[in-house]
């Protein structure tokens, strides 16, 4: 349905330290790299998640209102990203846990990176 999702960060070594940790248990690694951004994927795939310095020059900043979800395999997969966030200083948005306002089988997890953009890591499947 897209090609890739884009997010700003001020530090990029900072920002790789904090989300190779964080997209591990997803099964997503670094793709590509340049001083301007990183590029995770799936082993073999294309970038499909993408933190990059801002093109313009000035500083990221997260959007009001913006969300990017990570689909995640299973439910442990969600515990062990928020987790990982959790550990390199992300900012808790909503612990691991079901969600049925969504629908009965939405487990979900959300967090703040170390730039402040809102991340959310969802399974859809059942335990």
Do not use: W
């Not at 997209?23 to 301007?36: C, Q, T």
């Not at 691991?96 to 499947?125: E, M, Q, T, W």
């Amino acid at each position: 349905m897209y090609s890739h999702t884009t997010i700003g960060s001020n530090d990029l070594a900072r920002a790789r330290a904090f989300y190779d940790a964080v997209l591990a248990p997803l099964g997503l690694e670094v793709r590509y790299s340049d001083p301007m951004l990183l590029g995770y994927g799936e082993p073999g795939g294309r970038p499909q998640f993408i933190v990059a310095r801002p093109f313009d020059g000035r500083e990221a900043s997260p959007g009001n209102g913006a969300m990017v979800a990570l689909l995640a395999p299973k439910r442990s997969a969600v515990d062990s990203c928020h987790a990982a966030a959790m550990m390199r200083g992300g900012a808790d948005e909503g612990a691991p846990g079901l969600r049925p306002h969504y629908h009965r089988n939405y487990y979900g997890a959300y967090f703040r990176d170390l730039d402040g953009n809102k991340i959310c890591v969802v399974s859809h499947h059942p335990e």
